[in-house]
């Protein structure tokens, strides 16, 4: 995970939280990296509606890439300041991560928010935590109990701040 998020990274969040800010839906970004290069691209970005979007790979016109990560907005609701990830933002990232062969970053941001909330598997996920992790209630006001009884242990999560970038170490309730 990183202790900064990069700069060419921060640029794309600015995109996402104004797209958000505008629309009211949400907005991802996947980002890659090319063999055997540090510099991280944008490979895919997506629009979607105010409860998902779908989230791309690495090829797209810029070539095969390996997959890092992805980060998508979340519009600001009444009950959450929307950077907290659904059951399904959480299922995503371990099956993404199974499927990569690569433990990878998912970041949420969120228009109004001074946070970025990201994160990371512990541990390259089985096939097993997939199909746990895997289990969405049908109620969207249901969560999923091995989501509530696992994450913690499963998941490293670190928060940055969304206008510099840094890792937030205790930030303010």
């Known amino acids: ?19 958000t800010r505008r629309t009211s839906n949400e907005a991802s970004i996947t ?14 970005d997506f629009e979607g ?13 810029t070539g ?23 059951d399904a933002d959480i299922a995503g990232n371990i099956e993404e991560s199974y499927r990569q062969k690569r ?13 970025v909330h990201c994160m ?14 895997g289990r969405i209630p049908k109620n969207p006001y249901k969560i999923n109990p091995h ?3 696992n994450v913690a242990k499963d998941m490293d999560i670190v928060l940055f701040d969304a206008k510099s970038g840094d890792k937030i170490e205790n930030p303010d309730p």
């Open 1 to 19: 995970m990183w202790h900064k998020i990069p700069k060419d990274i921060m640029d794309e969040l600015e995109e996402l939280r104004q797209y």
């Open 31 to 44: 980002i890659c990296k090319r063999p055997h290069k540090d510099k991280l691209y944008i490979g895919s």
């Open 103 to 115: 433990k990878q970053i998912g970041c949420i941001t969120a228009n109004g928010s001074d946070i």
């Open 64 to 86: 095969k890439g390996t997959r890092i990560g992805d980060v998508h907005s979340h519009p600001i609701v009444s009950d959450g300041v929307g950077i907290t990830p659904s």
């Open 147 to 149: 989501v509530v009884d």
């Open 120 to 133: 990371e598997p512990k541990e390259l996920p089985t096939r097993q935590q997939v199909k746990e992790y």
């Open 49 to 61: 509606d105010n409860e998902s979007v779908m989230v791309g790979d690495c090829q797209k016109e």
